[in-house]
Every structure is written in structure tokens, then in C-alpha cells.
């Protein structure tokens, strides 16, 4: 019988899941992208450098948590064979999220008079009250697109990818259009984008994903037999966190508006980069998962070229021309970020080929070969920049050098990890 024909782009792909599932998603990544960067060039004319120090401080403060908040179980959904299971640790998740998100918001508040004197302003202690909700937020929804990925839902992620970026733009502008801004009106934005990309999500999954009753004898078995996730792959996670955020908290002991500007080059590149690495790894982990062993070595080739191809031409560009456009886009003011940008580029391009490929560590059993990789990928920026003297940008031009070598490094490694793979040294579901 045959298939009746869709007017959709993506559709006229003959037997390609994986291809639609990226260009749907990367459809709806670039959209919300374009939003981001719009929002980001009228912003920029609304609120200093300074309130853009204080933003990246608070959204550090957050995604030093929410990836480790359901304590990576959320990636766990996956892997299941049955739905009945991928139900029962779909819950399990949730249950721990609600549980860290708890905590955060009672630490925020008995900090409050440390956190206030460690900042030296009463604006950043009490936003930080915030961060135990936007926890709670940002780690329902990557759970809840976890589960979408699972049954290839992508239509569903790419429209909320696009309410989010909607949403945190809105609210922003709206915030810093008063003759005065609202004080940590950047901020609010944040938190009021999250909320509403969640509120949409849980009502158009309400139905999809049915929750039953679970006893917690049920949800102890399943959390000690997917074990090594949180012990391996979220100890790669806190690595990462503690190395992005603490790079930011290193840049504002020199000034606030130093880390903002900092900011504003890191988010109007990595954000991008950030959307399509995640849309194209979110589609590769279910391919990944399926492939069997004696291909993975040829397919992981095939990806790193295809991603190599599409991206040395973008940051080759972008490493000339973006120092005199962002201060055209966004005013004079911010002319330092330009240079920031300049300097990011070697690191962002082996971002966009070694990050899609990660997930590979989980389907062949090597998590612990990301988690040695990730220690050393964290300890070196920090210590590099926790000792290094001279003009910052002078240091943020060499750590992304720095960052650059050993993220090729890591590739190396997941090719070893694929070549094992398919000799059959692997186990076949992370326990």
C-alpha cells in the first residue's frame, strides 16, 4: 500500500526518520534562534553590561543544578524497551526533580544574608530566591523532551523550543522598556519564559504521557538498576557545570561588567550553536541507540565530516567579521563582546562537532572515559584562568585554544568507543 504524500518538507524524504527528525528540529531550533538573537539586540540597548553580569550569574547559579536535578534519570527514559518502564523512570525523575528544586529554594532562602555579603548586592541575593523554581522549570522540561524524543514527537520539541525563546525575549523587552528597566528585569524574563514554555508542555502532553501509581519498591529497583547514570554521567555532568559556571564566577571577580560582556559573546554564539548541536544530538542518540554493532565506526565518521563541512565555513566568517558587527548590532558599548566573540570561535566550532556525538559514551558502555575526559576538560580552563595574569581577553583568546585541542581530543575518544563497539566489547544497556 502505499504511503499517502505530505505536504511538509521533511516528509518528501523517502525511509529518512533521522534526517526528518533533524530538519524538524532544526527548523524549529532556527526560528527560536532567530528570536533569541532579535530579543538579544534590543535588550542590549535596554540594560548595561552590568545588568547582564548579574544575569549570567543568576543563569549560572541555575544550570550549575537543573542538568543534575533529576540526577540524569531523565536521560535514563531512553533507554527502556518496554513503555511500562520508561514510564515508571519517567516518574522516578520527576519525583527527584521536585525533591532537589525543594531544596534549592529552602538553601536560597537561609543564605540569604551570606549570599547578599559573598555579592555585595542585595539585587543578586534575592534573585537567587528564584533559582530553586527555574530548577524546577528547566529540568521538567528537558524530562519532558526526553520522553517527546523517545516517541519521536519532534513537531512537539521544535514548537517548544520556540515558545521558550518567545517567551524569555517577551518578557525581557518588556521588562526594560520603562524610561527606567525593571531591576533584574533580565532576570524575570528568564524565569517567566521558563514557566510559560512548561505550562504549554504539560498541557499538550497531558494526554501522552499517562502516569500510573508506582510503588517505591518499584522506583528503588529501577534506580539502582540504571545506577552508573547518575554516578557516571552525572558526575560528567557536574564537571561541565562546574566548569562553565565557574569560568563566568572567575570572570566577574575582575568586574560584573566584565563578565557581561563575556555574556553577550558566549550567548549570541554558543546559543545558536547551543540549539542546533542539541536538536542534532537529541535525533542522534535515538539512531546511535539503534545501530548495530560492525556500523557505528562508518556512521560516526559520516556525522563528524557532515558537521566539520557545515561548520569551519560559518566560524571561519563569523572569526573575521563578527568584531565589527556586534557593536553595529547591538551599539558601541558593547564592542568588547565582539572581541570576546572572536576569540570563542576555535572552541565553539569542536563544540559543534564533539558535543552531538556524546551520547555515544552512553549506547557503547563508556561513560567512564567521558567522565576522566570531562575532569580534565574542567580542571584546565579553571586553573588556566584562576592563575593566568594579563588583559582578559589575552586569556580568553589561549583558553579557547586550549578548549579547542582537548574537545578534539574527545572525538578521538568516541571513535575508540565506536571501533570497541563494533568488535562487541560493549554492554547493552546501562545498568
Not at 7 to 31: E, F, K, T
Not at 34 to 42: C, E, G, K, W, Y
Request: net charge positive.
Amino acid at each position: 500500500m502505499t504511503e499517502p504524500k505530505s505536504d511538509r518538507p521533511w516528509a518528501r524524504i523517502p525511509q529518512s526518520h533521522l534526517l526528518r527528525g533533524m530538519l524538524m528540529l532544526l527548523s524549529g531550533s532556527a526560528l527560536a534562534q532567530i528570536i533569541t538573537l532579535a530579543s538579544l539586540v534590543l535588550t542590549a540597548r535596554l540594560y548595561s553590561d552590568v545588568a547582564f553580569g548579574t544575569l549570567a550569574i543568576f543563569t549560572s547559579a541555575v544550570m550549575l543544578i537543573a542538568p543534575l536535578a533529576a540526577l540524569r534519570y531523565d536521560f535514563v527514559v531512553m533507554l527502556p524497551k518496554t513503555e511500562s518502564e520508561a514510564r515508571s523512570v519517567f516518574s522516578l525523575s520527576r519525583r527527584i526533580i521536585t525533591s532537589v528544586s525543594i531544596v534549592c529554594l529552602l538553601a536560597s532562602v537561609a543564605f540569604q544574608p551570606f549570599l547578599e555579603e559573598l555579592f555585595r548586592s542585595e539585587t543578586i541575593a534575592r534573585s537567587l530566591l528564584l533559582v530553586g523554581p527555574t530548577v524546577f522549570l528547566s529540568a521538567e522540561i528537558t524530562l519532558m523532551q526526553t520522553w517527546m524524543n523517545r516517541a519521536g514527537d519532534y513537531r512537539l520539541m521544535s514548537q517548544n523550543r520556540i515558545w521558550l525563546a518567545s517567551g524569555i525575549g517577551v518578557g525581557q523587552i518588556g521588562m526594560g522598556i520603562p524610561v527606567r528597566p525593571v531591576p533584574g528585569g533580565l532576570i524575570f524574563g528568564h524565569v517567566g519564559g521558563n514557566l510559560l514554555a512548561w505550562v504549554r508542555i504539560v498541557l499538550v502532553t497531558r494526554k501522552s504521557i499517562r502516569l500510573v501509581g508506582h510503588s517505591p519498591e518499584r522506583l528503588r529497583d529501577l534506580a539502582h538498576k540504571y545506577r552508573m547514570m547518575p554516578i557516571l554521567n552525572g558526575a560528567n555532568a557536574m564537571l561541565d557545570g562546574v566548569r562553565m559556571n565557574g569560568i563566568n564566577f572567575i570572570i566577574a571577580t575582575e568586574a560584573v561588567s566584565a563578565l557581561g560582556q563575556y555574556n553577550m559573546a558566549w550567548r549570541l554564539t554558543i546559543a545558536p550553536l547551543g540549539l542546533v548541536s542539541s536538536s542534532v544530538s537529541q535525533v542522534l542518540f535515538r539512531d546511535i541507540a539503534r545501530t548495530e554493532p560492525g556500523e557505528l565506526v562508518g556512521r560516526l565518521a559520516r556525522i563528524v565530516a557532515t558537521l566539520a563541512a557545515f561548520g569551519i565555513p560559518i566560524f571561519g566568517l563569523a572569526y573575521i567579521f563578527v568584531p565589527t558587527l556586534l557593536p553595529i548590532l547591538l551599539g558601541a558599548e558593547w564592542t568588547e563582546a565582539g572581541y570576546f566573540a572572536r576569540a570563542l570561535c576555535p572552541w565553539l566550532l569542536l563544540t559543534l562537532i564533539a558535543s552531538p556525538i556524546a551520547t555515544i559514551f552512553i549506547v557503547t558502555a563508556k561513560q567512564h572515559w567521558l567522565l576522566m575526559h570531562a575532569a580534565a576538560y574542567c580542571v584546565a580552563p579553571l586553573a588556566f584562568l584562576g592563575f593566568a595574569s594579563g588583559p582578559l581577553y589575552d586569556k580568553i583568546t589561549i583558553l579557547s585554544l586550549i578548549m579547542a585541542g582537548m574537545l578534539a581530543i574527545m572525538v578521538g575518544l568516541a571513535f575508540l568507543a565506536a571501533r570497541a563497539y563494533d568488535g562487541g566489547s560493549y554492554a547493552p544497556q546501562l545498568q
